[in-house]
């Protein structure tokens, strides 16, 4: 089939989405939202399963598989952003990280799945600052505080990327 320069021209006078119009909203921080230099949007897989007892198998959606998104993040002086991860990383698998010392065993307990979760949002904004779409993140947590890469050779801006682990994302 065969497209007229007409038609692409009338498909994109509606407009295009700038990847860099964004926000993520976590828990309404903003100190994050300011310091988030990229995200990605969620995705989704359909779990399957062969089906049939005779002939060519069939496969058969049974669920919904999502991967975790990732954001990079700059670091403040203080390194501020990335404590509030890690803090809340502590309210899953135990502060055992503060102690400054020798950790107890309670220092590792696991916390409620209910206390720990949050919901993030990322919105994309148009040429104009105007919400044009809305991607709810739903029961989320950080699954991953990357490292931090420190370096003399280079004095570039210090970043990390965090992984947030999701149950289901709405749209």
């Not at 002939?55 to 669920?63: S, T």
């Not at 503060?98 to 309670?106: L, M, P, R």
């Not at 206390?115 to 709810?136: A, F, L, N, P, S």
């Not at 029961?139 to 570039?156: D, F, H, L």
């Amino acid at each position: 089939m065969a497209f007229s320069v007409k038609d692409i021209k009338g498909d994109i006078s509606r407009g295009v989405a700038r990847n860099s119009h964004y926000e993520m909203i976590i828990d309404g921080n903003e100190q994050i939202t300011f310091r988030t230099i990229s995200v990605t949007a969620p995705g989704r897989s359909i779990l399957s399963t062969a089906s049939g007892v005779y002939g060519a198998p069939q496969e058969v959606g049974y669920g919904a598989q999502f991967s975790p998104i990732s954001a990079q993040i700059y670091c403040s002086p203080d390194h501020s952003e990335r404590k509030f991860f890690t803090e809340w990383q502590d309210k899953i698998v135990g502060p055992h990280r503060t102690g400054g010392g020798f950790a107890f065993e309670s220092d590792f307990n696991a916390g409620y799945y209910k206390d720990y979760i949050k919901d993030v949002t990322i919105k994309q904004y148009d040429e104009e600052g105007t919400k044009t779409h809305e991607i709810k993140l739903r029961e989320v947590y950080p699954k991953n505080v990357g490292e931090m890469s420190y370096s003399y050779q280079a004095s570039e801006l210090l970043l990390f990327t965090v992984s947030l682990q999701y149950r289901y994302f709405t749209e």
